[in-house]
């Protein structure tokens, strides 16, 4: 069990491969519609476990859960025809039940807000009803995309969407703020993504939106894959859906809207391509679906059983591997598994009562008493989360290079990484410089500008070569 | 805020009414697609807290958890044609995507057989994959239904599936026992309800199936409400899908299969149904989303303030409604909501340092010092449980009544009851009688026999005359 291809030199075989079957089997793609994807118990125990890191960071901040459907029907797309221009080429359509034709015929969801806002507009009434804040999870969505990819673009995916409404525009960019907390809280602490936080151009905003806001990993494969964005709505939506309360005068507004979503899916394939190697998944400790393995060198059966039970009993998800296989054979299979420690007993280590402790990231081995074993279980937990941090952290800012003129930013981005450049505008004007900035470089897109930093633009747009007013991040992405 | 309707008068409108906005408001079926309902929080709460029970019952079984997508090729239900010949009516067909016709049309799945075999089949290869156990949650299924009604019948709803594939024959019924106690340890013990369990006849088993096992609660209308069902394959999907696996001799087996299926959106129709009562829901203390809720009665909010922070910290779920409405119109919203636990806290308690408790479903008043608080949250919230379960047992018993002639039958179904009755055959044969009863019954069903308790036939078949075999239960049913 092990990997033919490797990371570096050819990241999407290697990619394919540690997510298919002889790899660490997180996902089946024979199922026989293109972007649908079964996903493994492997799969769906790390995925649940950070969904519901989200579901708690969202909940401890007010929101509570709801369930719509799945289907929409199609007189709910006539309200709001900017947004559903952006989706309409996506949209997958029901139009028969049984053998009969439906007399209105339905879509799949490929986004929640045309088929919460119309709810919503009952729901809200009053000021007292705001902040509404609500989310659903663990849900679905749909969209016919022509390529797809395994975690990264599906035709049906697992969904994630917060949906608040506030009485006031100055709540709408405290939200913003509060969702990219979310995301840092899960990401990048406990997961140890790193990403950029960033303000998309006009031209590049969710359909609809006055603003969207996108946080932005690294795949190495120089390609950008955002794992949460933000859409600030202004009052755009609860005009288009009369989404009106009274206010403490006792006269109607428009209500100001926020809608977040964590991507799930996106989430999953940052922890694969971002921390895996060439052995294999490479899990932080607290969403692995087994966080130990022990593994007995010849006969230590009854010791291995009795410190599975212990550990058990702490609370750990702990694997005793009992099965036929070799002990080389073991050790290989849980490393491409992700499992981030490793115990291995053998009759010498029973003889002077202690055990070897491996760790998943650096695989260096250590031996131990079991006296000390739940300190070092902990302290290697925490030990394995800040090395792939601070990894992942470093290559994303290696990849961050500045650009002076377009032929770097080419070069950048042939490089696999992401271009720091001066921009003349990120209004509509600016879209005809985005334009040509993707051609040149054969699908470089602005990213945006950082939400978190202001950063002064100094000389001139790389594209236009007028005025800069903006600096800006451009890569390829998914 | 009060029901207008009464239980006992006209059930019909009174859980209307309590699901309803103006009830507890569970679930919103102003959406514009009929019997496709938007689930609220207090329902999802409720649903989730249930729903996570199930899932540590079959998970500390040896279930693991994965993910299907929620559609299903056409090309795989060429397969089993016995199977979904008896879904065709209901399937949703998905017929473009964008604005094209899709090349090849795929359909929503109405439960998941005919899309997780063809993977079963990849996936079983040797008898070292078996027994292969996995399930999916907090999915959704779809079914074209002509009548709908929230949480009993609708187009779109929440689903619960576990599949199993075993190497022998006897591993069967073995499942078979083990999904009626998960069903038991959760429906029952947990969320008070009873129910019966039943092997249904022949013509009414599951298509495709060997046999079908239902648990049949009995909503107060005089309907069965089946809330879980397991069917027994036998060897009929695997030969359908070619799940085969190699044996110890090497020699190649088709597997013999088990699903289970507890109905979650049927037991949450039950919940409110069956517990509930003319001032709301009833909730078992374990799945209420507000297990206690504290009321001020004049000036004692520091005081109540202080408790709610002490009872989130022994880890209840605690409000403290500190809204301007007056006490009288809190206590009846949360007894809509079916809060299992108030706590009342006036002047004179702080005085005399104690605190009135009162119970959700007795609604009796208990003064008591604050030192006891903790003991009596737990004992109320114990005896909650078993007087609802009580008394929902003893309405199950009441309305069985043996029936020795049809005209019996049809009187304890007109009575709202079950009716126990003698029975020619559970084959094919008794077919027959069985469309007679459900003819002059309007609408009453052999339900099936007893699974856990053999019952002995000892005179005639109320329809037809002939030898009985057989003691059946038969109803009318959701």
């Known amino acids: 069990m092990a990997l033919k291809n490797k990371k570096q030199d050819n990241f999407s075989e290697w990619y394919t491969e540690l997510v298919g079957e002889t790899g660490a089997f997180l996902a089946d793609t024979r199922y026989g519609i293109q972007g649908a994807i079964v996903e493994t118990p492997w799969a769906i125990q790390i995925i649940r476990a950070f969904e519901q890191m989200l579901e708690k960071e969202v909940e401890a901040d007010g929101h509570k859960p709801m369930l719509f459907p799945s289907i929409v029907p199609e007189k709910y797309i006539e309200k709001e025809k900017e947004h559903i221009k952006g989706f309409a080429p996506e949209l997958f359509w029901v139009t028969k039940g049984g053998k009969k034709e439906l007399k209105e015929k339905f879509f799949l969801r490929p986004t929640g807000e045309s088929q919460i806002y119309p709810m919503y507009s009952i729901w809200v ?24 990819r395994p975690f990264l673009r599906g035709r049906e995916f697992n969904f994630f969407e917060a949906h608040d409404v506030f009485k006031s525009e100055k709540e709408i960019m405290k939200q913003v703020k509060k969702d990219m907390k979310y995301t840092k809280n899960v990401v990048y602490k406990k997961l140890g993504l790193p990403f950029i936080f960033v303000k998309r151009p006009q031209w590049d905003k969710f359909a609809g939106a006055v603003n969207t806001y996108g946080a932005e990993t690294l795949i190495p494969d120089g390609r950008v894959n955002t794992i949460a964005s933000t859409h ?62 022990i593994i007995p060198i010849q006969k230590t059966e009854k010791k291995c059983e009795q410190l ?13 591997d009992n099965s036929k296989n070799t002990p080389g054979w073991k050790f290989n299979e849980w490393e491409m598994k992700g499992v981030p420690i490793r ?10 009562n202690k055990l070897v402790l491996v760790r998943r990231d650096t695989k260096k081995k250590e031996t131990i008493s079991e006296k000390v074993l739940e300190k070092k279980i902990k302290s290697n937990a925490n030990a394995l989360l800040k090395n792939i941090r601070r990894k992942a952290e470093k290559s994303l800012k290696a990849a961050i290079k500045t650009a002076k003129t377009l032929k770097d930013v080419k070069k950048i981005l042939e ?16 879209e005809k410089c985005a334009d040509k900035l993707q051609t040149i470089t054969s699908g470089g897109k602005v990213r945006g500008t950082l939400f978190d930093k202001k950063e002064k633009a100094k000389s001139k747009c790389v594209v236009c070569g007028k005025k800069a007013n903006h600096v800006v991040y451009i890569a390829k992405s998914y």
Request: net charge positive; with cysteine; aromatic share 10%.
């Open 308 to 320: 599975e039970k212990k550990l058990k009993a702490l609370g750990y998800r702990v694997k005793y």
């Open 125 to 148: 009434r009053s000021h007292n009803d705001l902040p509404l804040k609500q989310y659903q999870s663990r849900t679905t969505v749909f969209r016919f995309e022509p390529t797809t």
């Open 415 to 430: 490089n696999k990484g992401i271009a720091r450049a001066n921009w003349c505008s990120m209004d509509k004007k600016g």
């Open 343 to 352: 115990i291995e007993i053998g009759p010498k280590e029973i003889k002077k």
């Open 232 to 293: 600030n709505l202004g009052q755009n939506f609860s005009k288009a859906f009369n989404i009106k309360f009274t206010d403490e005068n006792e006269k109607e507004q428009f209500a100001w809207q926020t809608c977040y979503g964590p991507g799930i899916v996106r989430i999953m394939a940052g922890l694969i391509s971002i921390h895996g190697d060439d052995s294999g998944l490479v899990l932080p400790f607290e969403v692995a679906p087994v966080q130990i393995v």
